[in-house]
């Protein structure tokens, strides 16, 4: 066999440099994040300015909870599969899994109540017990005496636009409650 040219050398480096770059390439273009070491998930946010990526963070009673970056338009689902699933204890009927996903936002899936527990974030409290600001979903919060559906989720952006209520008295921060439905409120409620 002869000696390979000069030329030929070039070409066959130039070749090499190609497929480590397209590897690097396409390495990149994986949307998930890297393979998270035993002690969690590699922390891997680039925002929503990433090309159409966003960023959230999966909680509760999933494999692996972190933060994660999936493309624009997933779905709730596809957070939870990307940490890894559900557990077996996993309430995933307390989660619009069709919902899709917002940049910045937390995707909690809570665990099942157990029997003679305490209540688990987002379910339904025992009767007589206030129900949590910081927890309570849109329809929890609807079903309270002089809060419908407009003012409910306006409870629910407020809680996620603020990081969640300090105090019952912050109520009265939100669009559509004033002092006489706030003070209607005092006992049903809590944080």
């Known amino acids: 066999m002869p000696e390979p040219t000069p030329r030929q050398l070039v070409l066959c480096g130039l070749a090499l440099l190609g497929l480590v770059v397209l590897a690097v390439v396409y390495a990149a273009r994986d949307e998930g994040v890297a393979a998270a070491p035993r002690g969690g998930p590699a922390l891997e946010v680039r925002g929503a300015e990433a090309g159409g990526a966003l960023v959230v963070h999966v909680a509760g009673a999933v494999r692996h909870p972190g933060v994660y970056r999936l493309r624009a338009g ?41 029997a003679g527990g ?55 921060q939100v669009p559509g409650i004033g002092e006489t439905r706030l003070a209607a409120l005092r006992d049903k409620v809590r944080v």
């Open 74 to 114: 997933a779905r709730v689902a596809d957070a939870v599969r990307r940490a890894g699933g559900a557990l077996r204890r996993a309430d995933l009927g307390a989660v619009n899994l069709a919902a899709e996903l917002q940049d910045g936002r937390q995707v909690l899936v809570p665990p099942r109540p157990r």
């Open 118 to 172: 305490p209540p688990v974030a987002g379910a339904a409290p025992a009767p007589g017990v206030p129900l949590d600001l910081n927890t309570a979903t849109v329809e929890q919060l609807d079903e309270l005496d002089g809060i419908g559906p407009a003012t409910a989720q306006q409870i629910v952006a407020y809680r996620e636009a603020h990081g969640g209520f300090g105090s019952v008295e912050e109520l009265d």
